[in-house]
């Protein structure tokens, strides 16, 4: 571990942030044994002077951080970097109106999993974005356990914009949580090359716009299976809201595929399920058999 510990610090000359595209040379270290920290939370609370000519990168080493009911609390210009998706995860069940994670605007997360595992009557919420500029790669999260209701993300905010690039997003209401992969109240967000998974025996949705949302999605493959046929692949709740797909596969498998009141243009994708608009705008849109769809 040691010896893995130097080559961290070593590389961290050369380390970047990719939220920011700046060099860094500031990494506190977070590890089973032989780093600055073994408690993910008091490593980041650590951090007081990050700033855009002064950003951290808080280095998680391989294992299983569990935070219990405690959140990780981001600040501007500090992004959580852990050592592989399959290697290093945090925990926790915050509850209690907190998320696993909090975002913070010009931060971000990468090379991770975090799981909300929220006990049962509570929320499951894995992260809350309020912030601009955070973005999320090659990054699981997973929001499961006996809660009332799932919301893997949730993000929202007129000024507050996210991106998801290489992300794995997970729901799992399991036998009767209302689940959301992400809900988007009034922000922009960006997916790319990611995967997006809900599912439950009482409703389960991928995306949820709503209040003016924005979300432009990307060779990105979601999913929603629920048993009630309440909820959608994609969806959004009023008029004020967009959405634009491009080269993608959508499934609402038992409900619908999109479902939206607002904007909705989609190209090129792959849609499995009903798509209920008022009027979207289709080009190139096909279903499991390669027929054509045509939007309503």
């Known amino acids: 571990m040691q010896k893995k510990l130097i080559a961290v610090l070593a590389a961290a000359m050369f380390m970047t942030i990719p939220t920011l595209g700046m060099a860094v040379t500031n990494v506190v270290v977070v590890a089973k044994d032989g780093g600055d920290f073994t408690d993910p939370v008091a ?40 050592s592989g998706e399959k290697v290093t995860t945090i925990t926790g069940n915050a509850g209690a109106g907190n998320c696993v994670v909090n975002a913070a605007n010009n931060s971000g997360i990468r090379n991770i999993t975090i799981q909300s595992t929220a006990y049962a009557g509570a929320a499951s919420c894995t992260l809350l974005s309020l912030a ?81 949302a924005t979300v432009d999605i990307t060779n990105t493959k ?16 009023d008029a004020g809201s967009s959405i634009t797909i491009k080269g993608s596969t959508i499934s609402g498998t ?25 009027g979207a705008k289709c080009i190139g849109v096909y279903n499991t058999n390669l027929a054509p769809v045509i939007c309503p």
């Open 43 to 82: 490593a980041l609370n650590s951090i007081y002077y990050a700033s855009a000519t002064n950003p951290y990168v808080l280095k998680i080493m391989p294992g299983v951080y569990d935070i219990g009911d405690n959140y990780l609390r981001l600040r501007p210009y500090i992004e959580i970097e852990g």
């Open 132 to 212: 601009s500029n955070f973005a999320i790669s090659n990054a699981t999260l997973v929001s499961t356990g006996a809660a009332s209701y799932h919301r893997t993300i949730s993000a929202g905010g007129a000024s507050a914009s996210m991106s998801l690039t290489h992300a794995t997003i997970i729901s799992d209401g399991g036998g009767g949580s209302e689940s959301m992969s992400i809900y988007n109240e009034g922000s922009k967000v960006t997916i790319v090359d990611s995967s997006i998974q809900s599912s439950s025996s009482s409703a389960a949705s991928g995306i949820v716009n709503a209040y003016g």
């Open 254 to 278: 038992s409900n619908k595929g999109i479902d939206s009141t607002g904007n909705v243009t989609i190209a090129h994708s792959q849609v499995t399920g009903p798509i209920s608009t008022s």
């Open 222 to 237: 979601i999913v929603a299976n629920d048993g009630v046929a309440t909820g959608s692949g994609v969806s959004s709740w």
